[in-house]
C-alpha cells in the first residue's frame, strides 16, 4: 500500500478558494489512480474527484463542476485539489485516497487521515 498525508485544509468564507494537497510514500506513485473523497457532518463519505495514474483522465461529481480540479505530479508523488468559489455545502473533512484501478466510488485500498474544510456563509 500507500501512505497517503493531507495538508491544506482550514477555513474559508463562501466564494473563497483553498488548494488541498496530498503527499504519498511507500510505493510507485505512478501505479496508482489517485481521489478525493469528503465526509460531511452527519453524511456519509463520498466521492468528489479522481484521476487515473497518468493525469490524463480525470472525474468529478456534479456538485463540484466547474469549482474544483484535481491535478497530479507524479515527479513529486503529490495529487491536489484546487477549491474555488466555495460554498458552506462544501463544509467536511476532506480525504485523499489511492487504488491500483481507476474508480468515481469507494472502495479504494489506500487512505489518509483526512483534512478539515470548513466554508461559512
Known amino acids: 500500500q500507500v501512505q497517503l498525508v493531507e495538508s491544506g485544509g482550514g477555513s474559508v468564507q463562501a466564494g473563497g478558494s483553498l488548494r488541498l494537497s496530498c503527499a504519498a510514500s511507500g510505493r510507485t506513485f505512478s501505479g496508482y489512480a489517485m481521489a478525493w473523497f469528503r465526509q460531511g457532518p452527519g453524511k456519509e463519505r463520498e466521492f468528489v474527484a479522481a484521476?487515473?495514474?497518468?493525469?490524463?483522465?480525470?472525474y468529478y461529481v456534479d456538485s463540484v463542476k466547474g469549482r474544483f480540479t484535481i491535478s497530479r505530479d507524479n515527479a513529486k508523488n503529490t495529487v491536489d485539489l484546487q477549491m474555488n468559489n466555495l460554498k458552506p455545502e462544501d463544509t467536511a473533512v476532506y480525504y485523499c485516497?489511492?487504488?491500483?484501478?481507476?474508480?468515481?466510488?469507494?472502495?479504494?485500498?489506500?487512505w489518509g487521515q483526512g483534512t478539515q474544510v470548513t466554508v461559512s456563509s
Open positions: 485516497a489511492a487504488d491500483p484501478l481507476f474508480k468515481v466510488a469507494r472502495p479504494y485500498t489506500s
Open positions: 484521476i487515473s495514474r497518468s493525469g490524463d483522465t480525470t
